[in-house]
């Protein structure tokens, strides 16, 4: 095959490497931040994104209005900004971000009440957020909440339609498994059967840029931190992250970057970088497995490079990524590396992988604690305050 035949490996993405060869690292705010944007090769941004909003519709106490944006490279972004009905004060701003879940063919959707969810989105509540919708329910208790598609998930997936021949051997391979099933794969299954093959050649491309997948999904959520900070009727002296899974690694990286970041929540994603040897390796993504990340320290010890942040760190007892002993471990390092301070809080739940209406409860708790959503808010009978 030669090369005016043979599919792009980056369809979709053709302009990344340029733009990573012609951006800076992004710049943190402390020299300690900026050894993991080093690390991670966070690119710098471009500037505040323009938004556009397509749509907003209030249902059910909630108004949500769907928003997208240009960033500096790849497909357009799609994110939803969802607040209390009818709030009318400053609200303190969360940033909601969605989990790995081995569904890259939605993204953000999976957090947020919509009139027309894709059922992917639907299974993907059902099966590991208890049925809830993370960032809806969020935004009831008193917050602004911008819940986005990171890159390579959603809105910002790669174009895998004509699939690179790596990824569409495997992929040829998985659909003659499913006819000899009798399986009938939706066009959701199809593609995420074919991104999940695909990821290795994402990040063999980004480490070729001198980058890493986390850090391409770091610029995405610096670029929406900016957004939601920026947004009117948002208080960016109170600024929050929550994420469960890939979306817990994501929560914690960011609240290291950046520094507006006030409250962290890191539900089933903490262990140690050696629990994971040997036999839990390949139940991970290259979102927490960058090469080189470890010579900085430990998973847990990342969070001492975020300057401001408060952390809720949830884990489950019978979570089939995490050894058991990795995550007391991770809980016990935590303890002694945030001793004498309230910046660490650690919670043990029974049950496996799946972020719990019971884990989302205290998870609002912390963030309505930390970020005081009912302290200058006029609207007080919006927040779940008596």
């Known amino acids: 095959m030669d090369e005016a035949t043979r599919p792009s490996a980056i369809a979709g993405y053709e302009d990344w490497p340029a733009y990573v060869r012609s951006h800076p690292r992004h710049t943190a705010p402390a020299p300690r931040a900026q050894e993991l944007a080093d690390a991670l090769g966070v690119p710098a941004a471009s500037g505040l994104p323009e938004v556009t909003v397509h749509w907003e519709e209030t249902y059910d ?23 209390p009905a009818g709030s009318s004060g400053s609200l303190p701003g969360v940033l909601a971000l969605h989990c790995h879940g081995g569904n890259k063919f939605g993204g953000a959707d999976r957090l947020v009440e919509l009139p027309a969810n894709h059922p992917s989105a639907a299974a993907a509540r059902a099966g590991l957020y208890d049925g809830r919708a993370l960032a809806t329910d969020i935004a009831r208790r008193g917050f602004a909440v911008l819940a986005h598609d990171s890159f390579a998930w959603g809105s910002r997936k790669f174009d895998l339609s004509i699939p690179p021949w790596r990824t569409a051997s495997a992929l040829e391979a998985r659909r003659a498994l499913w006819r000899q099933d009798g399986v009938v794969p939706s066009e959701a299954d199809d593609y995420n059967a074919a991104a999940g093959f695909h990821e290795d050649t994402v990040a063999k491309t980004a480490g070729l840029l001198g980058t890493s997948l986390a850090g391409m999904v770091a610029y995405d959520d ?24 890939g979306g817990g690694g ?33 139940a991970h993504s290259w979102l927490l497995q960058t090469p080189g990340l470890w010579k900085l320290g430990d998973w847990p010890e990342l969070t001492t490079r975020a300057a401001t942040s408060t952390f809720l760190v949830q884990y489950a007892l019978a979570d089939q990524l995490f ?3 990795g995550m007391r471990r991770a809980h016990g390092m935590l303890e002694s590396l945030h001793a004498g301070t309230a910046r660490y809080t650690g919670s043990f739940w029974s049950g496996g992988h799946v972020f719990t ?24 009978h919006l927040l779940g305050t008596p």
């Open 61 to 83: 106490g909630a108004t949500t209005s769907e928003l997208s944006w240009q960033l500096g490279f790849g497909p357009r972004t799609t994110g939803w900004l969802v607040r």
């Open 222 to 245: 610096l670029a929406a931190l900016d957004i939601l900070a920026a947004m009117p009727g948002v208080d960016s002296s109170r600024l929050g992250c929550i994420g469960f899974s």
């Open 357 to 380: 209406s019971a884990m989302q409860d205290e998870a609002l708790d912390f963030l309505a604690a930390t970020l005081e959503p009912s302290a200058t808010d006029p609207d007080q």
């Open 250 to 282: 994501r929560s914690l990286v960011l609240a290291a970057l950046d520094s507006r970041v006030r409250a962290s929540v890191v539900a089933c994603m903490m262990t140690t970088f050696e629990s994971l040897l040997p036999a839990y390796l390949d």
């Open 323 to 325: 050894p058991e002993d």
